[in-house]
């Protein structure tokens, strides 16, 4: 889903002499924590955010678009005859779920990546490859979007240095406790509906690779722009078990989240 930061970019050319240090985007998009340390919560508790305006608004794009794909909800209520700021979060992610219901795996990622394409302005993914070579420069410049403009949708991050290819960049975002894990408690949900489907959104259709590492234990994760994701067979999510006390629709029975499985 981080792959909507291609919006900010696509529309503009940045100049291709600007360094890092002087291009820090700055986002009028940006969610506050109401916790009084200003941190995510301790884990274990869920984090309380204050979202204004522009941050509903996103939420009820992202919602819109995936009710087209969801099953009903059990209220019976139409999520269409919601208000522009009718949704909030957890309704976000509760479309999210219900997009999960009567698909697997990979189209649970295919309905992701139609959602994601339906977002981006015609032939944005060409004029992204044109814009943004898989360069080092390119990397670190993205992973500098993702920290302003993403933090209502997984929470507050920040850009850190990774080694790609032997090459030490600030092209990393650590993601201090992930709103969008938090709030669903699904190892597939994380999985299926943001992690699989970012990656290769940016990997295959924008020519950046990307790799996305969450972190299931204390709900972190490491976003390596540059980075080639591994097939998934080989990576280690592909194991991953449910998070039976907080997931609603976990199988403690099963050694791995029943929604990783082809």
Not at 25 to 47: D, H, N, V
Not at 95 to 118: D, F, H, I, K
Not at 121 to 128: C, H, M, R, V
Not at 144 to 160: D, I, K, M, N, R
């Amino acid at each position: 889903m981080v792959a909507l930061s291609s919006l900010q970019v696509v529309l503009f050319r940045p100049p291709q002499d600007l360094s890092l240090h002087k291009c820090r985007p700055r986002s009028f998009i940006k969610c506050r924590i109401a916790e009084p340390t200003g941190e995510p919560a301790p884990l274990g508790q869920k984090t309380k955010y204050i979202d204004g305006f522009f941050e509903k608004a996103f939420m009820t794009l992202f919602a819109r678009k995936m009710e087209k794909f969801a099953a009903p909800a059990k209220n019976g209520t139409e999520s269409k005859e919601m208000g522009w700021f009718g949704y909030d979060y957890e309704s976000f992610v509760d479309a999210s779920r219900r997009v999960m219901q009567g698909r697997n795996r990979t189209q649970q990622q295919e309905v992701v990546r139609e959602v994601l394409l339906s977002m981006l302005p015609p032939g944005a993914p060409e004029q992204f490859k044109k814009l943004f070579p898989p360069t080092k420069w390119a990397a670190e410049f993205n992973a500098a979007l993702t920290v302003p403009f993403f933090q209502w949708l997984v929470g507050p991050s920040e850009v850190v240095e990774v080694e790609v290819n032997g090459e030490k960049q600030r092209s990393g975002v650590h993601i201090k406790k992930c709103r969008y894990l938090e709030n669903s408690g699904c190892v597939g949900m994380c999985v299926n509906m943001c992690k699989i489907p970012t990656q290769d959104f940016f990997t295959n259709e924008f020519g950046l690779p990307l790799t996305m590492i969450p972190n299931f234990e204390d709900m972190s994760c490491e976003m390596v722009y540059g980075q080639v994701p591994p097939p998934f067979e080989e990576d280690p999510v592909a194991k991953q078990p449910c998070l039976a006390d907080i997931c609603t629709i976990a199988n403690p029975n099963s050694s791995i989240c029943p929604k990783l499985e082809a």
